[in-house]
């Protein structure tokens, strides 16, 4: 069974940093690409951006609200995927889940972490 | 890039049929590797999103019959069957864009009478 754990969220004030980690297991990490997702307190769900597996060159996208402030990456050797978060704005602030990639769908969640972004 | 548009909400009472639309433009629903990656994600309240169609129409392993998608131009269609108190949660289409990225609909909440 897949699970993905994600940790690090918190109370953090603008303008600051934040990384998240997401803990993969039941799956072969090094082989999966892998996605962050957010959703705002009582809105919708926001595709925050992807990478790709090593073999596939590690590749990463992002949309375009995050672009240049945020950075995913992963460690393979410890199934884990990050993703590093700058110039944090009150707009930021939601639940962060990160989730497996696979015929262009998520189909393996986390349960997510809450970042807070307030002064 | 503006996300999908979906009905704010949907209700249908227990047994009944229901079907949330989908609508974007053109290029948000890119085929893509002679694939059209549109998917649907149920969310329950205070829990993480589940994935109950990708591809269009294709369930994966565990998602009942009840649910099946469809796609006519420019709108995806996500259909229940039977409908049943279990199924009410909120409901999210995705497309894969021409852009490399993803967008997600604005979201359904679906109520059964």
């Known amino acids: 069974e897949v699970q993905l754990v994600e940790s690090g969220g918190g109370l953090v004030k603008p303008g600051g940093s934040l990384r998240l980690s997401c803990g993969a297991s039941?799956?072969?990490?090094?082989?999966?690409?892998m996605i962050w997702v957010r959703q705002a307190p009582g809105k919708g769900l926001e595709w925050v951006g992807r990478?790709?597996?090593?073999?596939?060159?590690?590749?990463?996208g992002y949309s375009a609200p995050v672009e240049g402030r945020f950075t995913i990456s992963r460690d393979d050797s410890k199934n884990t995927l990050f993703l590093q978060m700058t110039s944090l704005e009150t707009e930021d602030t939601g639940i962060y889940y990160c989730?497996?990639?696979?015929?262009?769908?998520?189909?393996?969640w986390g349960q997510g972490t809450l970042v807070t972004v307030s002064s | 890039q503006s996300a999908l548009t979906q009905p704010a909400t949907v209700s249908g009472s227990p047994g009944q049929s229901i079907t949330i639309s989908c609508t974007g433009a053109?290029?948000?629903?890119?085929?893509?590797?002679?694939?059209?990656?549109v998917s649907w994600y149920q969310q329950h309240p205070g829990k993480a999103p589940k994935l109950m169609i990708y591809?269009?129409?294709n369930r994966p392993s565990g998602v009942s019959p009840r649910f099946s998608g469809s796609r006519s131009g420019n709108t995806a269609s996500l259909t229940i069957s039977g409908l049943q108190a279990e199924d009410e949660a909120d409901y999210y289409c995705?497309?894969?864009?021409?852009?490399?990225?993803?967008?997600f609909g604005t979201g359904t909440k679906v109520t059964v009478l």
């Open positions: 591809e269009i129409s």
């Open positions: 989730s497996t990639e696979r015929a262009g769908a998520m189909d393996h």
């Open positions: 053109y290029n948000d629903f890119a085929f893509y590797n002679y694939h059209n990656y």
């Open positions: 039941g799956l072969t990490f090094s082989d999966a690409w």
């Open positions: 995705s497309s894969y864009t021409t852009s490399s990225t993803y967008v």
């Open positions: 990478i790709k597996s090593k073999a596939d060159g590690e590749t990463t």
